[in-house]
Protein backbone atom coordinates (compact mmCIF):
# COMPACT_ATOMS: atom_id res chain seq x y z
CA UNK A 1 0.00 0.00 0.00
CA UNK A 2 1.56 3.35 -0.97
CA UNK A 3 2.66 5.57 1.58
CA UNK A 4 -0.34 8.03 2.60
CA UNK A 5 2.00 10.73 3.88
CA UNK A 6 3.76 10.99 0.15
CA UNK A 7 2.48 12.63 -2.78
CA UNK A 8 2.32 11.75 -6.69
CA UNK A 9 2.58 15.45 -8.28
CA UNK A 10 1.78 15.01 -11.96
CA UNK A 11 2.48 18.10 -14.39
CA UNK A 12 1.41 17.55 -17.65
CA UNK A 13 -0.29 20.41 -20.26
CA UNK A 14 -2.24 17.14 -22.09
CA UNK A 15 -5.57 16.95 -19.99
CA UNK A 16 -6.16 13.45 -20.88
CA UNK A 17 -2.85 11.94 -20.23
CA UNK A 18 -3.05 13.94 -16.61
CA UNK A 19 -6.57 13.07 -15.64
CA UNK A 20 -5.36 9.36 -17.01
CA UNK A 21 -2.42 9.14 -14.55
CA UNK A 22 -4.27 10.75 -11.46
CA UNK A 23 -7.01 7.99 -11.94
CA UNK A 24 -5.03 5.18 -12.48
CA UNK A 25 -2.60 6.03 -9.36
CA UNK A 26 -5.71 6.80 -7.11
CA UNK A 27 -6.84 3.37 -8.18
CA UNK A 28 -3.49 2.15 -6.95
CA UNK A 29 -3.69 4.12 -3.47
CA UNK A 30 -1.78 6.91 -4.16
CA UNK A 31 -2.42 10.62 -2.93
CA UNK A 32 -2.09 12.03 -6.38
CA UNK A 33 -1.80 16.34 -7.12
CA UNK A 34 -1.98 17.39 -10.98
CA UNK A 35 -0.92 20.59 -12.51
CA UNK A 36 -1.04 21.57 -16.28
CA UNK A 37 2.19 24.00 -16.23
CA UNK A 38 5.49 24.40 -14.48
CA UNK A 39 4.31 27.61 -12.55
CA UNK A 40 0.90 25.98 -11.92
CA UNK A 41 3.48 23.50 -9.55
CA UNK A 42 5.78 26.06 -8.60
CA UNK A 43 2.81 28.28 -7.23
CA UNK A 44 1.34 25.78 -5.47
CA UNK A 45 4.40 23.71 -3.70
CA UNK A 46 6.72 25.01 -1.03
CA UNK A 47 8.81 21.86 -0.56
CA UNK A 48 6.86 20.63 2.82
CA UNK A 49 4.95 17.74 1.47
CA UNK A 50 6.69 14.81 0.37
CA UNK A 51 6.57 12.52 -2.46
CA UNK A 52 7.70 12.89 -6.26
CA UNK A 53 7.68 14.61 -9.25
CA UNK A 54 5.77 12.99 -12.28
CA UNK A 55 6.78 15.51 -15.02
CA UNK A 56 6.48 16.20 -18.59
CA UNK A 57 9.65 17.60 -20.55
CA UNK A 58 7.74 19.33 -22.85
CA UNK A 59 5.90 21.78 -21.26
CA UNK A 60 4.64 25.31 -22.70
CA UNK A 61 6.29 28.30 -21.08
CA UNK A 62 8.69 26.86 -18.65
CA UNK A 63 9.39 23.53 -19.76
CA UNK A 64 10.71 20.51 -17.71
CA UNK A 65 14.28 20.77 -17.66
CA UNK A 66 13.98 24.57 -16.43
CA UNK A 67 11.24 23.74 -13.80
CA UNK A 68 14.15 21.02 -12.75
CA UNK A 69 16.71 23.43 -12.59
CA UNK A 70 14.65 26.04 -10.43
CA UNK A 71 13.49 23.61 -7.86
CA UNK A 72 17.15 22.96 -7.65
CA UNK A 73 18.69 26.53 -7.64
CA UNK A 74 15.70 26.92 -4.74
CA UNK A 75 16.87 23.69 -3.06
CA UNK A 76 13.98 22.25 -3.21
CA UNK A 77 14.64 18.60 -3.07
CA UNK A 78 11.98 16.06 -4.55
CA UNK A 79 12.32 12.92 -6.90
CA UNK A 80 11.53 13.76 -10.40
CA UNK A 81 10.55 11.12 -13.28
CA UNK A 82 10.52 12.80 -16.45
CA UNK A 83 7.74 11.89 -18.87
CA UNK A 84 8.37 12.94 -22.34
CA UNK A 85 7.06 12.36 -25.80
CA UNK A 86 9.63 13.84 -28.00
CA UNK A 87 12.84 14.48 -25.66
CA UNK A 88 15.97 12.89 -27.17
CA UNK A 89 19.01 11.73 -25.46
CA UNK A 90 20.96 15.31 -24.47
CA UNK A 91 17.63 15.83 -22.34
CA UNK A 92 17.49 12.65 -20.86
CA UNK A 93 21.50 13.61 -19.83
CA UNK A 94 20.76 16.69 -18.97
CA UNK A 95 17.68 15.10 -16.47
CA UNK A 96 19.80 12.72 -14.88
CA UNK A 97 22.52 15.14 -14.24
CA UNK A 98 20.42 17.44 -12.73
CA UNK A 99 19.46 14.85 -10.03
CA UNK A 100 16.09 13.59 -12.10
CA UNK A 101 15.37 9.45 -11.28
CA UNK A 102 13.88 8.36 -14.93
CA UNK A 103 13.29 9.61 -18.33
CA UNK A 104 10.48 7.57 -19.76
CA UNK A 105 9.51 7.87 -23.25
CA UNK A 106 5.75 7.76 -24.17
CA UNK A 107 3.60 5.85 -23.93
CA UNK A 108 5.85 3.84 -21.16
CA UNK A 109 4.05 1.30 -19.11
CA UNK A 110 1.98 2.07 -15.92
CA UNK A 111 4.20 -0.91 -14.47
CA UNK A 112 7.33 0.52 -15.12
CA UNK A 113 6.25 3.86 -13.90
CA UNK A 114 4.63 2.48 -10.26
CA UNK A 115 7.89 1.16 -9.91
CA UNK A 116 9.88 4.10 -10.34
CA UNK A 117 7.19 6.22 -8.11
CA UNK A 118 8.34 3.54 -5.49
CA UNK A 119 11.73 4.19 -5.81
CA UNK A 120 11.34 7.96 -5.61
CA UNK A 121 9.46 7.66 -3.01
CA UNK A 122 11.56 5.23 -0.88
CA UNK A 123 14.00 8.52 -1.80
CA UNK A 124 11.88 10.96 -0.61
CA UNK A 125 11.40 8.57 3.04
CA UNK A 126 15.06 8.69 3.43
CA UNK A 127 15.48 12.45 2.84
CA UNK A 128 12.89 13.15 4.88
CA UNK A 129 14.45 11.21 7.98
CA UNK A 130 17.94 12.84 7.61
CA UNK A 131 16.53 16.24 7.46
CA UNK A 132 14.63 14.81 10.75
CA UNK A 133 17.62 14.08 12.43
CA UNK A 134 19.44 17.66 11.04
CA UNK A 135 17.10 19.19 12.69
CA UNK A 136 16.80 17.74 15.89
CA UNK A 137 20.55 18.01 15.63
CA UNK A 138 20.53 21.56 15.02
CA UNK A 139 17.65 21.99 17.84
CA UNK A 140 19.95 20.54 20.29
CA UNK A 141 23.40 22.75 19.56
CA UNK A 142 20.83 25.34 19.59
CA UNK A 143 20.19 25.05 23.32
CA UNK A 144 24.10 25.89 24.01
CA UNK A 145 25.05 29.28 25.48
CA UNK A 146 27.48 31.36 24.46
CA UNK A 147 30.77 29.79 26.35
CA UNK A 148 28.95 26.26 25.93
CA UNK A 149 29.56 26.92 22.45
CA UNK A 150 32.79 28.21 22.03
CA UNK A 151 33.87 25.17 24.27
CA UNK A 152 32.16 23.21 21.80
CA UNK A 153 33.95 24.75 18.75
CA UNK A 154 37.35 24.45 20.80
CA UNK A 155 36.66 20.77 20.91
CA UNK A 156 35.81 20.38 17.89
CA UNK A 157 38.99 22.34 16.41
CA UNK A 158 41.70 20.53 18.70
CA UNK A 159 40.16 16.74 19.66
CA UNK A 160 43.33 16.37 20.76
CA UNK A 161 43.55 18.98 23.27
CA UNK A 162 40.00 18.09 25.19
CA UNK A 163 40.92 18.00 28.61
CA UNK A 164 39.51 20.91 31.13
CA UNK A 165 42.84 22.13 31.98
CA UNK A 166 43.62 22.92 27.80
CA UNK A 167 40.47 24.17 27.29
CA UNK A 168 40.57 27.16 30.28
CA UNK A 169 44.01 27.80 29.08
CA UNK A 170 42.92 28.40 25.59
CA UNK A 171 39.81 30.48 26.72
CA UNK A 172 41.40 32.02 30.11
CA UNK A 173 38.87 30.67 32.05
CA UNK A 174 39.56 28.19 35.25
CA UNK A 175 39.04 24.11 34.84
CA UNK A 176 36.70 24.40 37.57
CA UNK A 177 34.54 26.39 35.22
CA UNK A 178 35.06 23.94 32.54
CA UNK A 179 33.43 21.11 34.30
CA UNK A 180 30.64 22.64 35.14
CA UNK A 181 29.87 24.02 31.51
CA UNK A 182 31.23 20.58 30.04
CA UNK A 183 28.56 18.55 32.20
CA UNK A 184 25.80 21.18 30.92
CA UNK A 185 27.28 20.47 27.39
CA UNK A 186 26.49 16.93 27.67
CA UNK A 187 23.20 17.05 29.17
CA UNK A 188 22.09 19.73 26.25
CA UNK A 189 23.46 17.38 24.03
CA UNK A 190 21.88 13.77 25.20
CA UNK A 191 25.39 12.34 25.01
CA UNK A 192 27.89 10.54 27.33
CA UNK A 193 31.36 11.50 26.61
CA UNK A 194 33.44 13.98 24.49
CA UNK A 195 33.47 11.22 21.70
CA UNK A 196 30.07 11.48 20.95
CA UNK A 197 29.90 14.96 21.01
CA UNK A 198 32.81 14.70 18.14
CA UNK A 199 30.60 11.64 16.61
CA UNK A 200 27.39 13.60 16.90
CA UNK A 201 28.83 16.77 15.68
CA UNK A 202 30.03 15.32 12.66
CA UNK A 203 26.98 12.95 11.84
Known sequence: MPDAKLTVFVVDDDDDIRKSLSRSLEKRGYEVETHASAQGFLAAYDGARSGCLVLDYGLPGMNGLELQEHL???KL????????????????????????????????????L??????????????????ERMQEKAERFDRLTAREQEIVDRILEEPSETSSKEIAGFLGISPRTVDHHRARILEKLGVRSVAELIALAGR
Open 114 to 131: IERIEAAFQIAVERDSAR
Open 77 to 112: SIPIIFITGHGGIPQSVQAIKGGALDFLEKPFRQSV
Open 72 to 74: NAR
